[in-house]
């Protein structure tokens, strides 16, 4: 992985591999998935952003024939998901949350396993596990039973398990949830490295930072409705606010700070832990200067402030209900 | 946006030939799964196999006096085709409690996104079951030798071993049912001691059925694991066996008929 940021720019040349048009999930009454609709492109990163619950793992369910669609349509590769499920399964590939491996068995039996389920003849099929074990280095573990793995080299074989019959398309379920940041980092390489020799990869994410460094197209879920779309640089852009951040000396002052900025008519939020205020600017920048004036005649100490476009976080929780995300 | 073009990949729709084929060779794939899974839980295998032993030796040795007295043969004669069955029966529940452990697994939606036969999952471990369960009954033959028991012939042998893991492979699809039906190895293990001990006690394989009071004898002497009981201990015997053998390929193919569709029906419909 190296630190590029990632080509920020849809680019519409590349051809569309997964379409979804008004997908939508109900359990009871409770609606998972509401209207969705994106496209993902050959090539390209698309990550669906969104807190716990947001309805990520439904939609990829549906996109991968394991849970039926109750209203709209996706298609991958061109196939109708709906109409030819087990085409579609010929042609995708998943990892994470919602897939697994046989814990009783090794990394090689579990590609085997899987490998002879995709009818991959059997010579291509040694070769192919070989190359993979040794591309993804899971050498080290790769004759030993999977329920003796540590999170990171499970969640490399289920990523493998997913690329044995190179579908054109991937699904990844919060790939990275649960590593380690160095194991996290070393996937992200992995992902883009596929996704730029022409693999359509959908992964869901929870994380900000993981949908901003990786994905070339960001969808952010909700509750089960998307609320914004496009690289991460269009949504930063879309927000158009630059952002004060203050940083005050002492903690028990930011409930007092909190109040006073928002007797300035702006909205600041704070993590709960820290000393730091976010506070969107509505109205430009000198507006930063009447807030600081209203903390300086609080009394309130200031430590350090500083403006800064608004990142991915600022989008999120923008177009969020918050919580969950980091 | 939508005007680009499209990734199209030609994924033709196989023919029932070639459909017929890799159901086949999933089958295959998934047996040797669930066989070196088997193979890894050595005490699971050790536990299924034992069963079998433990039932000859608990009514050999302790009912054996009692009841022996209606049995009109040598009660070891009489007792080891039961057990047989006994043990596939045994041996069927697992494949229920098993099933359901393994449905509740991620790798079973690994399995479901995968372009594979869907009756291939339940078809592997109901195979896995009925080859542990051929051992088992071996053991049981191998114990019941010790105690005394003779076949009669070699051909009784095959066909009474043949019958009793032909009857516990129907009941696996029956359990198959049952766990794809309600996915919890707790329930199904539950759910079981309704057939299960009936089936078993109030059956030929013990005892005959004219020692059981009046009511439960047309139960005790109809239902499969008392036909099939009959069926093998006149072919372990040497005895003429008669309608025995057709009542119980009757009921084995009545048994698979039903559950072997209701449970991959019910493994697809859950997805």
């Known amino acids: 992985m190296t630190d590029d940021a990632p080509a920020q720019s849809v680019d519409a040349s590349r051809p569309i591999a997964v379409a979804a048009r008004g997908l939508s999930k109900s359990f009871g009454d409770t609606e998972a998935v509401v209207d969705l609709t994106f496209e993902a492109r050959a090539g390209e990163v698309t990550g669906l952003l969104g807190p716990n619950g947001a309805g990520k793992t439904t939609t990829i369910k549906m996109l991968t024939t394991l849970l039926s669609i109750d209203a709209g349509a996706a298609s991958i590769a061109g196939i109708d998901v709906a ?35 995709y009818k991959i003849p059997s010579g291509e099929r040694t070769t192919r596990i070989d190359y993979l074990i040794e ?75 993981e949908a901003d460094r990786l994905s070339d197209s960001i969808v952010i879920i909700d509750e089960g409705v998307m609320k914004a779309s496009g690289t991460s640089a269009d949504l930063k852009r879309d927000l158009e606010r630059d952002v004060l951040e203050v940083h005050v000396a002492s903690r028990s002052d930011l409930p007092q700070a909190a109040a006073s900025v928002a007797g300035t008519g702006a909205s600041a939020s704070s993590d709960p832990e820290g000393t730091r205020l976010q506070i969107p600017l509505t109205g430009g920048a000198h507006q930063s200067l009447s807030i600081l004036r209203a903390l300086d005649a609080e009394g309130i100490e200031v430590a350090d402030f500083q403006l800064r476009k608004p990142t991915l976080d600022d989008v999120f929780l923008a177009m969020t209900s918050g919580g969950g995300a980091r | ?125 109901t195979i896995a079951d009925a080859l542990r369960n051929i051992v088992g009954v071996l053991l049981v033959a191998l114990v019941g030798y010790l105690l005394g ?32 039906q309600v996915k919890s190895a707790e329930m199904v293990g539950m759910l079981s001691m309704f057939w299960l001990f009936p089936l078993m006690l109030a059956s030929t394989a013990f005892t005959p059925a004219e020692q059981m009071p009046g009511w439960l004898q047309g139960f005790a002497k109809w239902q499969p694991i008392s036909v099939v009981s009959d069926a093998a201990r006149n072919l ?34 859950s997805a």
């Open chain 1, 83 to 117: 109409s030819r499920p087990d085409a579609v399964r010929r042609v995708i590939g998943l990892a994470g949350q919602s897939a697994a491996v046989d814990e009783k068995l090794t990394a090689r039996e579990n590609l085997q396993l899987f490998g002879r389920l």
């Open chain 2, 149 to 180: 028991f003779r076949f009669a012939s070699i051909g009784g042998a095959i066909g009474a071993i043949a019958l009793a893991v032909g009857v516990g492979y129907a009941f696996s699809w029956m359990n198959a049912a049952i766990a794809a």
């Open chain 2, 236 to 269: 372990s015997n040497g005895i003429p066996a008669g309608d025995t053998v057709l009542w119980s390929i009757i009921w084995i193919v009545v048994l698979l008929a039903v559950f072997v569709p209701m449970s991959v029906a019910i493994y697809r419909r």
């Open chain 2, 1 to 125: 946006m939508t005007d680009a073009q499209t990734v199209s990949v030609a994924v033709p729709e196989p023919g029932l030939g070639q459909r017929f084929r890799w159901a086949i060779q999933d089958t295959v794939t998934m047996t040797w799964r669930d066989l070196l899974r088997t193979r890894r839980q050595p005490e699971m295998l050790s536990f299924a196999v034992i069963m079998g032993v433990f039932f000859l030796l608990l009514f050999y040795w302790v009912f054996g006096g009692a009841i022996a007295a209606g049995a009109g043969v040598d009660y070891i004669q009489y007792l080891v085709p039961g057990i047989f069955v006994i043990t596939t029966l045994t041996g069927a529940q697992q494949t229920g409690t098993g099933l359901a452990a393994d449905l509740g697994e991620g790798v079973t939606d690994r399995l479901r996104s995968m372009p594979m036969s869907q009756f291939a999952v339940l078809g592997g471990r």
């Open chain 1, 135 to 209: 591309r993804f280095e899971l050498t080290d573990f790769a004759d030993r039973v999977a329920e003796t793995y540590s999170g990171g080299q499970r969640r490399r074989l289920d990523v493998v398990a997913s690329l044995i019959a190179s579908p054109p398309v991937l699904f990844l379920d919060e790939p990275t949830t649960g590593l380690d940041p160095h194991t996290r980092t070393e996937l992200w390489g992995e992902i883009r490295e596929l996704a730029d020799n022409g693999t359509a990869v959908v992964l869901t994410t929870q994380y900000l930072e």
